[in-house]
């Protein structure tokens, strides 16, 4: 009989237990769920790091996890435990981490904002798989944090805008009430901060466009049983007018009245009205009549994770949702999206045609499209070595569906795609794990060859076979062009991949 797949949570608000399993529809099915409250937040938004009464609970609970998990036959080896922002955050982060593996067993992993983005995504589109819900729709899907509000903006079912903003309820708290208790001056300061985000947010989707507002979180989910109508076991919508209404009468409540009134522990109640006043704020900006709430989270998108990469249509839809926000990326920074796609083609069809010899991971194709999409996006700032600006802006912005790590392998390949340095020059490069460096050495040399034969951004070639014969790559175009300008170039910048790969380019 298979284990349950079980997952646990780090938050800045609490640490939260879930377990599943998959019946034979390929339904999650929630076996067990726990939530415990800590101030986790607190401590780091206030010292910086963990404190070691913080500490000693975490080690408390995740203990009590431990036996939780040992009645459905779980270990701690076969649990994914995991840590967001306020955590990762910490300053004293390695040591706490190290301490949790050698009394519990747990090994904790941090994740991103974009990570936690790409997991709620997951986990929504589940929710609403089988719903009358619209996913072609001008669609924001938001999440209030105590650390960061996540925020995904979709159009016409494509993803145009992914962003993890340091706008949680824990965070605004200390930082404001350090300053005034005032709920008008809370108000006005969440308020100038979300204005202050609008013009970045609308050069991505104008959100008087939005048609689809889907709020994911527990208090989303108090308000929906309250105040909302079920859709489905998992899913209701709000009409925005009785939230407004909703949201600004709650304000006058005390924090004991919210615990009494709503049945919510003390911690919860804490930053409810902060919270539900983000949502409202956000939701201001679009004009849509009602709010879609589905009753999921982070914990139940990692599992989907998992199981995604034995899911063939749920990777591939997941896949292009990632190329989508890196052409979004593009567009915004004004690049070349003909001659992108151009060198995007060309450098698959180069992977694909030498697929049994690179020897790498299965995703490094993925990370191959997105470096040849965006190879060329630091021409913004400056044509001159715009390869150094491209690394920059790639390292820097914000990619729906890959982590930090596969952002980073993602600028360096795009920062070696010209000049006549190499990988192997960077102090810091010997530093990476071998597998991280034969990946960007080996895609920075293919998308170089596949730069090269897009030199004048013409897109000349539609149609070539490419043929790996004893020690050459023969690139065969199939129309009379005229090739001089290519073959000087593919002489300028074939010698990386005819090192690494031991195969002298020819194009005919």
């Known amino acids: 009989m298979a284990v349950p797949e079980s997952v646990i949570e780090i938050g800045s608000t609490g640490v939260r ?25 607190r401590d780091v938004f206030t010292s910086g790091s963990i404190s070691q009464d913080t500490q000693n609970q975490l080690l408390q609970i995740l203990s009590r996890y431990k036996e939780q998990l040992a009645s459905w036959g779980i270990s701690p080896s076969q649990t994914t435990c995991f840590a967001l922002t306020a955590f990762r955050d910490a300053n004293n982060s390695d040591p706490v981490m190290d301490r949790i593996l050698v009394h ?78 005032s709920y008008d001056d809370i108000q006005r300061f969440i308020e100038e901060s979300i204005t202050n985000t609008k013009g ?25 049983v309250l105040i909302g109508q079920p859709i489905s076991t998992f899913l209701w919508k709000i009409k925005q007018k009785d939230f407004s ?31 539900l006043l983000i949502y409202n704020m956000f939701i201001n900006l679009t004009n849509v009549e009602e709010i879609i709430v589905p ?27 990632i190329v989508s926000s890196a052409r979004n990326l593009l567009r915004k920074f004004h690049g070349d999206e003909q001659h992108a796609e ?11 045609s030498m697929q049994n010899e690179l020897a790498l991971s299965e995703n490094s ?24 600006h491209s690394y920059y802006i790639i390292k820097n912005s914000e990619i729906f569906g890959l982590s930090r790590n596969e952002k980073a392998i993602v600028s360096q390949i795009a920062k070696y795609h010209r000049g006549s340095s190499l990988p192997q020059d960077e102090e810091n490069f010997s530093m990476l794990p071998r597998s991280e460096r034969m990946t960007i050495i080996k895609l920075s040399a293919i998308l170089r060859v596949a730069d090269a034969m897009d030199r004048g ?30 073959k000087i170039a593919m002489s300028e910048k074939a010698g990386m991949f005819e090192d690494v790969f031991g195969y002298k380019v020819i194009l005919v």
């Not at 960061?148 to 965070?171: C, D, F, P, Q």
């Not at 914990?299 to 997941?318: H, M, P, V, Y």
């Not at 990370?367 to 044509?383: K, P």
């Open 104 to 181: 519990t067993g747990f090994r904790v992993k941090t994740f991103d904002g974009i990570e936690e983005n790409r997991l709620m995504y997951l986990a929504v589109s589940d929710c609403i798989k089988d719903q009358p819900v619209n996913n072609k729709e001008n669609t924001v899907i938001l999440e209030v944090g105590g650390s960061t509000t996540e925020l995904m903006m979709i159009s016409n079912g494509k993803m145009a805008g992914v962003h993890s903003l340091r706008l949680g309820t824990i965070r605004i708290e200390h930082h404001m009430k350090s300053q005034t208790s």
């Open 457 to 486: 951004h013409i897109q000349t070639f539609s149609d070539f076979s490419i043929e790996v014969y004893q020690n050459t790559l023969n690139i065969k175009t199939k129309n009379s062009q005229n090739t001089v300008l290519e």
């Open 295 to 321: 009753e999921t989270n982070i914990r139940n998108g990692l599992i989907l994770s998992q199981r995604a990469t034995n899911n063939e249509e749920l990777q591939k839809e997941f896949n292009t949702q």
């Open 17 to 41: 237990l879930l377990v599943t399993e998959f019946n034979s529809k390929n339904e999650q099915i929630i076996l067990d769920r726990s939530s415990v409250p800590l101030n986790l937040g």
């Open 342 to 352: 151009c060198v995007r083609m060309i450098a698959l069809k180069i992977y694909d």
């Open 200 to 224: 970045t947010l609308e050069t991505e989707l104008d959100m008087s466009l939005v048609k689809q507002f889907i709020a994911v979180g527990q208090d989303m989910t108090l308000c929906a």
């Open 245 to 275: 209404n909703f949201v600004h009468e709650i304000q006058s409540y005390s924090i004991d009245e919210c615990v009494a009134k709503f049945k919510i522990p003390y911690s919860e109640a804490e930053t409810l009205q902060l919270s």
């Open 365 to 388: 194709r993925l990370l191959l499209e997105i470096a040849a999409l965006l190879h060329d996006i630091g021409v913004f700032i400056r044509q001159d070595h715009h390869n150094l």
